[in-house]
């Protein structure tokens, strides 16, 4: 329930906010670029796949979903679905926004101070863009979430309610804030650390 009330939130207040401050769209420039982004966030990103692993250890730990215990088997079980649940709404989400002609890839901001880069970020987690640099609610996405909600349903320990959907959608935008955060700052956390260890090396 909480996340369905802020998925709209977002969607109401994020609108506004990226007509103001939406960079250079830089829409695909054919279907092999959309084909080869879509590639490449669902098999080949490291960051997804660390984020994956880090996040069923966190389940696991959690006993999340309680029909699954804390032991290795359980723990790999939960990798494979995670693998599986993001094939799904992936390619569901490739083949939705190429229909819808969307473009959801992250830009990071051109603003400046902490709280506009975090707000940016958080409000692009329900937005999309038009071939003409429009933008508007990411329905691709949202739909993609309800598709791999029900698909996971056949080999994850959960019921499919409207209530389990909705809350995919929620679940698919969470994880697209925590990414568009990582995206915003990543160059900073970088740069910090090269500053760390430059600092380090001198002693």
Not at 66 to 74: A, F, H, L
Not at 99 to 115: H, M, Q
Request: hydrophobic letters at 40%; one cysteine or more.
């Amino acid at each position: 329930m909480v996340q369905n009330f802020l998925v709209l939130f977002l969607c109401v207040t994020a609108l506004v906010f990226a007509q103001a401050n939406a960079p250079d769209p830089s829409y695909y420039v054919n279907n092999r670029q959309r084909f080869d982004a879509y590639i490449f966030r669902t098999y080949t990103d490291p960051a997804k796949l660390g984020w994956l692993l880090v996040d069923s250890a966190q389940e696991t730990w959690l006993s999340d979903p309680y029909p699954w215990d804390r032991s290795p088997g359980s723990y790999y079980c939960r990798v494979a679905s995670g693998w599986g649940r993001r094939i799904v709404s992936n390619t569901a989400q490739f083949g939705f926004e190429a229909v819808l002609r969307e473009d959801s890839r992250y830009r990071p901001s051109s603003a400046r101070g902490f709280r506009k880069r975090f707000l940016f970020a958080i409000g692009h987690s329900v937005i999309a863009y038009g071939p003409d640099g429009s933008v508007g609610p990411a329905y691709g996405r949202m739909a993609a979430g309800v598709v791999a909600t029900a698909t996971s349903s056949t080999w994850h320990p959960q019921s499919i309610t409207a209530g389990s959907l909705m809350s995919g959608v929620g679940q698919s935008t969470l994880d697209r804030a925590a990414s568009n955060l990582l995206n915003e700052f990543a160059p900073d956390l970088k740069a910090f650390g090269k500053k760390r260890w430059d600092r380090f090396r001198k002693k």
